[in-house]
Each structure stands twice: as C-alpha cells, then as structure tokens.
C-alpha cells in the first residue's frame, strides 16, 4: 500500500452515499501510516496525511457540486493549513463565500460537513462570509493565526486571494501587535505547566519546548517576513545553519513522538499519559523493556525540549526587538566581557565562553550583578556552543573549576538567578557526572510530578526561598537558614540528595557515599562533609517518622532523637524535608503534612533539651495541655467536677495527642451531651466535626459506648464522600466508652471547603452510624492512571510491647481501602488503636496500632490470620472498574 494508490482509490468514489466505501478508504490511510511508521521519515507521513485528506475533501466537495457554487472556496487552515496533519489531528476547515449562500448551497454544505463527520474525521469547521471572516480575525489571535496559515484547497480562488488579501493587510493585526499577543499566549501557555517541561505526563504538543514553541516561531515568521520555509530565517540572520537544522530535528523527534501517540491511543491525544507510554516508546524504537524503554524514550524527548526551549528564547528575543521596533533603553557596561542591555546579560566579543572556568566565573558575574534579569540572545548562543565544545570532559576534573564552583556553593544569592541558568542550560549536567546520570530521569508514580533532575532544581530553589526575604510562609525555615555560617552545606546536601537515583541500591546510602568524594574532592572540611553525608543519607527519615510512625510514643521520640543527635542536626534535616515535600509535587504539601513535621520537630527539640529523657518530656506536655484546656474551660463556663470526672476516665496518652483547644472542645462537647441526652443506657454516639480545633484538617470525632467496625462504617463513609482520613487515633475510656478522633482532608490533600460542606459530613456519619449492618456502599471508582501502577500488597508487623502489634500496609489506594481493613479488624477480633494514614501518590502507606480481644500484643497464629484476611479483603477492590 502506498500513498499514490491510496489517492488513486479515491477516484474510485462514485457517490456521496456511498459511505462504506468512503469509511473503507479512510481506514486504509490509517493503516498505511501505521504500516509505513518503521520505513518512513515522520515528515513524510504527516504531510502524506495531508495529501490524502486534501485529496478526498476535494473529490467529496466536487461530487456534492459545491464546485459550481460561485465565489466559494473550501479552505485548509490551522495545522491543516501548513500541510501537516498527524493520524488523528483536527482537520480544520474554513468555507468562505464573498456573500451570504443560498439556502441550496447551504444545504449542500451541510451535507458535505456531515458526511465528513460520518466517515470519522475529526473535523473543526467554520462556515462564513468573507467579510464575517475578516471582521472576527481583528478581534482574535486564534482565528488571525489560523488565516496566517491558510491555503486553498478548492474553489473559488479570487474569493480566497481576497480573503488572504484582507486577513494580511493593512488593516489586519500588524506584525508588532501580532507578536506581542503570541508573545503573551506562550507565555500563559507554559505558566499552566508550572513554566516546566519536566513533567513525567507531559504534552507533547502544548508544554514548554515543544511542537507550540516551535509553531510560535513559525507564525510569527509568516506574519512578519511572509517567510514560509524556516530556512529564509537564516538569510535574514536570525538563525545560523546549524541552529536550524537542529530545530527541523527536534521537529522531526516530536512529530514522531506525536504521530506514535495517536496511533497507540487512536484517537487525538497529545498528552504522553503513563497508560500509553510503554507502547509509545516500543514503536519509537527503543525495546520492549517496559520502564527501561520509557526512560530512555523520556530522556530523548526532555533533552529535545530543553533544545527546543533555548532556540524559542533565542528568536524570540530577537524578534521582539525588531518586530517592535524596540532599540536598546538602558545599557551599562560591567567588565571586559559583559555588559547589561535592558537588564539581559550580553558578551562584548565572541569568545567570552572560552573555558569551562570561564563560564563558571559568568556565573559567579550573574551572581554579583543583581540587576541580571535574563540572557540576551548572543549569551544563550554563546553558552550553547560553549556548552557544545567541551563536552568531552566534566567539568569537575578540573582543579580551577572546582575551586569556582564552590566559591558559587557559599553564595546564596547565586541560587536566585545563576542556579536556574546552570540548570537550564545544562552547566550542571556538565559538571557533575553523577548530575548528568538524573537528568531527564522518569519517576515511575504519581507521587513525583517532576523528573529527577527538574525536581532536585526545585527543592534547591525551596531552599533559596526560605533564605529570602519574601519568605514569609516558612518563618522557622527562615529563622534557620539565617543564621547558618555555611549556607553551603545545606545547599550541597540538596543537590546531592536523589542523586543516585536509578541505580541498582538504596539511593540516600549511594548519594551519601558520592557527596563523600565530592566533599573531599572540593576540600570541603571534615565536620561539614560529614553533616552534607548525613543529610543526604537520611533525607528521608524525618518526613517518613511524621507520616509513618506514631511520634507520641515516648519510645519513637528517643529513637527519633537518639538518631538527630543534635540541635543543628535537627534544624538542618526539617528545612531539607521540608523543600523537598515542596518540591516533589504542587499538590502534595497540605496543613496536615505541616502540622506532623511541625509536632515531631518540637518534640524532638525539647526531647534534645532534656537529655533524651522523652517521657519526662511528654510528662511536661500532659501537665500543660491540661492546665491550658482548664483555663478555656473555665472562661466557657464549664462545670469543673464535670471535667474532673469526664478526665479521671482517660489516660494521660490522651492528653499527649491532643492539643488543648481539641481537648477543651472534646470535653465540652461530651459534657453537654451527658447532661442532653447521652445518658448511661442510651447506645446511640456523638458525632461531630470541627475545622478550627486542629491546624492540620477538619477534625471529626466519635463518641459512645464501644462497638464493633465504629471506625470501617465511617471510614467507608468518608471515602464515598470524596474524603480522606489522614490521622486516627482511638481512645477508649475506663468504663468502656470509645473516643475515636480523625483528621478528615478533601481526597486532594486540601481543607474542606466550607461549613455547610463540614455539616453534611457530619450528618452524614451520624446517618450511617444509626443504621444496623456493615458500611456504606462506596461507588467511587479508581483513578485511571492508578490502573498503569503495579503496587503489590505488602502487610508487615511488629511487636511494640506486651499490650499492641504495629501493622504497616502498603498496597493501591483504591477506594474504599480503609473501610476493608476496618472490617477485616472486625473478623479477626482486632481492636484498632491508632490509624495513620498516609498518601504516597497511588501508594497507601498506612500504620495501624492493634491488641487482641485480651488486650495485649498479636501472636504469631493472630498475625497470619489478620494478614489473610487484609489480602482476602483488598482483594475484593481488583474488581473497581474505571468509569
């Protein structure tokens, strides 16, 4: 099958309704690119898809006798206009009359746009009026960038001359107005994805350094020099030779990309989804490995847009210059080599790059010149080149470099702009061997929004921040990060911290062990490289401690503590978990994620100042959260025998966990229903919610006489209310009534959204909790991309003491989950204790504190059974079905 025979085939057509045929010969163009992907270059096939297209709309436009309509024309724009069309892009359609049709035109038209629809193309059409076209095209960009790339597909060709005429005319956008609305439209366009490309579900057509960004070039290219062919850019300067062709290859790998996309997803799909990934990457050509092809396909395709990204800048920059008349205003020469125009940093003369120390003494220049706003387009081709001839050796092997680089390291008003530069353009990845392994590097989760490389840049910028001035969101960081003597220190270990990711082995332990070299390559002093070592090593230890363990144990404390070992220690490692939570995803830092560090981190302090004496530590906190719930009480008026009575029932690990605005409301709360209604033999619970008692979420509390599956009912109520549970702790009283406490978050991580929302929840638990049997039907459905992600159920134990049995889960956060461990507590005749539950993108990572119906620690025997029966359960959730 060729593409000749194909539109061969289309002569064969007869009569419009005749759709079986027309379907026949649509779905043959198809297979053609499909068959024809392996052997022919990309270029061909998009534009082979054009042909065709442009072949059958003009055989179907003559066989409805639009041909004898005068003054028409049926007209290719958008995409369809540059004569590209990709296996299932838009065909964008304009049909423009001088005059208004008539009614059997218009009829003919109809059927001509509905028989295109019925042979499946994806048709974006507009029918209109020369005039009206001309008219709506000064009013929007869109429809002005679309007539930019017309071109006639048949008809009437005065009409479209006319039509081409006025769209391009003196009345039409000019070419400064032109640039500054696709100027503004990009960047709008980049802000959605954070200004990033490095998204590990990026789109290929729409996010910064790809297809658009190329497109961005090209329309304002036509507006202006009615160019058409990108290699007259490099007549009128803009561009050198190779620079083009590098950009016609960067074209050429996205357009493959994209082309293999829509035929694995057979539809118009630009986003490079997890689901498609695999396949998208075996027909690229790089294996059948599953993650080892898609991370080789997914380093290509980032290096191709960081190409593609300084190309954009650098015709851009010089476009606005001179598409807008724009001569230099503010000029200052700062060196030899460099001078500010219009606050870009720009060379005095060619070889201004000529050593890699020379690019690191710019860098230290950038740093020391605050008034550096970006890189003229002359820097950026400079750098490239620069970039280029010496990238036969890492920049590191050089003593002088070494020496520079660090000198950058003890500076951190280089993190503002010189850090981004040496990010971008890829002077890091130069230096470091080790960097340039992470760069472009795919995180196999929806915990990581970033690729390694992009996300290590951005907890080092989270760093930067909290030095800053503007910090006025993180004070303790703030506080922290001033006064440290050697702001390199904490800098190093950010860089270095994921840096052996992808490597066979714990990741902390092998970056502790290459920021061990680097520290003693650098000549960095013993006592500071062993800090960076240590941060690295256990850059996660404190994040997991909060989310994972329960830190009002007096036991995890001095563990916790005994492993910190120190006041500096302590600081250093809650700035670093800080940034990197930041950093690791937009969504991902919440109230509730800030509240545990914040808790841990205080405890452990005071824990530090009393010698490790953690349980004369907490003794202090029971002794303060009673006083100070006493003292709110008695400003509500609350009768204090009451409270003597109702805190004489609970132990003092009550008071520990809660801070005294929860315990004066729980008390409150309780005592005003005991004198109501919640009288000794009444077995109906309290159920009430509260978004102010706990900083970190929407408290919910459940009190009453104990009962089986209390904690599986509401937790499958919550779920089926678009909620999660992140903390739970169950208290149950002397006299055997239970106090069970959550801390309930919108699914997103956010705070519920607002008192009426809180209420319904709350009613809608007491609902459920009057009714007899199990929980609440849950109909949520399991996200799509959770469906690409293979997270094998793991269940492990551990005695704590004589009394409970620690269960640590891992398994798919599917909906419903935490309901089917409640009920699987319930068969085994578990009492639940404490709930943590924590998040780790599609990974429920959750902590379960139980004890058996004698109250004491799970044997062997029960610890087998209670596991059956979470795997038996979880089971059950396999058959979730995406809507």
């Not at 780790?840 to 059974?865: K, M, P």
Request: proline share 3%.
């Amino acid at each position: 099958m060729t593409l000749q025979s194909l539109i061969q085939d289309i002569d064969t057509i007869g009569a419009v309704d005749d759709v079986p045929t027309i379907k026949a010969c649509v779905e043959k163009s198809y297979e053609w690119i499909t068959q024809s992907f392996d052997s022919t270059p990309v270029n061909q096939l998009v534009t082979g898809r054009a042909h065709f297209v442009d072949a059958l709309l003009c055989h179907l436009w003559k066989l409805f006798g639009l041909g004898a309509v005068n003054d028409l024309s049926l007209c290719a724009v958008g995409g369809y206009g540059r004569g590209h069309l990709q296996p299932h892009s838009d065909i964008d359609l304009l049909i423009v009359s001088k005059k208004k049709l008539s009614a059997d035109a218009q009829e003919k038209v109809g059927l001509f746009i509905t028989l295109l629809w019925d042979i499946k193309l994806d048709v974006g059409q507009s029918v209109r009026t020369l005039k009206e076209t001309v008219k709506l095209a000064k009013d929007d960009i869109t429809i002005a960038t679309n007539l930019v790339e017309s071109r006639l597909l048949i008809g009437s060709e005065e009409t479209f001359e006319k039509l081409w005429e006025e769209a391009n005319g003196r009345n039409s956008w000019s070419s400064k107005a032109f640039f500054s609305a696709k100027y503004d439209e990009q960047k709008r366009r980049h802000a959605k994805f954070n200004g990033t490309a490095y998204n590990l579900e990026p789109n290929i057509k729409e996010n910064p350094g790809c297809l658009r960004d190329i497109q961005s070039i090209g329309w304002v290219a036509k507006k202006h020099f009615k160019e058409y062919d990108g290699w007259n850019l490099v007549g009128h300067g803009y561009f050198t030779e190779q620079e083009h062709s590098e950009l016609i290859a960067c074209r050429m790998h996205l357009w493959k990309m994209r082309c293999a996309l829509h035929l694995v997803a057979q539809r118009s799909e630009n986003r490079l989804l997890f689901d498609y990934q695999p396949d998208v990457a075996e027909m690229m050509g790089y294996g059948e490995e599953g993650k080892s092809s898609v991370e080789k396909m997914m380093r290509d395709f980032f290096r191709t847009v960081a190409r593609v990204t300084e190309l954009n800048q650098m015709l851009l920059q010089r476009f606005k210059y001179d598409m807008l008349n724009q001569s230099v205003q503010h000029s200052a020469i700062i060196n030899e080599d460099f001078e500010l125009l219009d606050y870009m940093i720009s060379p005095r003369h060619e070889r201004v790059f000529s050593t890699p120390e020379a690019i690191l003494d710019f860098l230290n220049l950038v740093t020391n010149t605050p008034e550096v706003k970006g890189l003229s387009t002359i820097c950026i081709r400079q750098l490239r080149n620069a970039h280029r001839e010496f990238e036969s050796d890492y920049y590191v092997e050089r003593p002088a470099c070494r020496e520079k680089f660090m000198m950058l390291m003890k500076q951190p008003d280089f993190f503002n702009f010189g850090w981004d530069i040496m990010h971008q353009y890829g002077i890091i990845q130069a230096y470091l061997p080790e960097w340039d392994t992470i760069v472009g590097m795919m995180q196999f989760d929806l915990f990581h929004a970033y690729t390694v490389d992009e996300h290590t840049h951005r907890l080092v910028k989270q760093v930067n921040y909290f030095f800053s001035k503007e910090n006025k969101d993180f004070p303790r960081c703030g506080r922290i990060c001033r006064n440290l003597d050697k702001p390199e220190v904490l800098y190093i270990a950010a860089i270095f911290h994921d840096i052996a990711k992808g490597r066979n082995g714990d990741h902390s332990k092998l970056g502790a062990k290459d920021v061990a070299t680097f520290c003693e390559l650098h000549n960095v002093p013993s006592d500071d490289a062993e800090m960076i070592a240590w941060l690295v090593e256990n850059h996660l230890l404190m994040s997991v401690v909060a989310q994972r363990r329960d830190i009002y144990d007096p036991d995890v404390i001095s563990e916790f503590a005994g492993a910190i070992r120190s006041h500096n220690h302590l600081n250093l490692l809650y700035t670093l978990t800080l940034a990197d939570i930041r950093a690791t995803n937009d969504n991902l830092w919440n109230d509730w994620k800030a509240s545990l560090l914040r808790e841990l981190y205080l405890m452990t302090q005071k824990a530090l100042d009393n010698g490790l004496q953690c349980q004369v530590t907490l003794n202090e906190r029971v002794a303060t959260h009673k006083h100070q719930a006493r003292q709110i009480l008695q400003e509500r008026a609350v009768d204090p025998i009451s409270v003597d009575a109702l805190w004489a029932r609970l132990d003092d690990d009550y008071f520990v966990r809660f801070k005294p605005t929860q315990v004066a409301w729980h008390t409150e709360e309780i005592i005003t229903a005991q004198d109501d209604w919640l009288t000794p033999d009444n077995e109906a619970l309290l159920v009430r919610a509260n978004d102010n008692s706990a900083k970190g979420g929407t408290e919910l509390f459940v009190y009453g006489k104990d009962r089986k599956a209390l904690f599986a009912q509401v937790a499958s109520v919550l779920d089926s209310r678009n909620c999660s549970i992140h903390d739970a702790h169950v208290t149950v009283t002397r006299d055997g009534y239970v106090f069970d406490s959550m801390i309930v978050l919108e699914n997103d991580g956010t705070r519920l959204s607002s008192d009426s929302r809180i209420s319904s929840l709350e009613k809608a638990v007491s609902t459920q909790l009057e009714k007899p049997g199990r929980s609440h039907e849950n109909k949520r459905k399991l996200p799509r991309q959770m469906r690409q992600l293979d997270v094998p159920t793991k269940v492990r134990f551990f005695n704590l003491h004589d009394e409970a049995t620690l269960v640590e889960l891992e398994a798919l956060d599917a909906p419903g989950i935490l309901a089917k461990i409640g009920h699987a507590f319930v068969d085994t005749n578990m009492t639940l204790k404490l709930a943590k539950i924590a998040t780790i993108g599609e990974r429920a990572e959750d902590i379960f504190i139980v004890s058996n119906e004698a109250g004491t620690a799970l044997t062997q025997e029960q610890q087998v059974s209670l596991k059956k029966q979470i795997l038996f359960k979880l089971d059950q959730l396999e058959d979730i079905t995406i809507p």
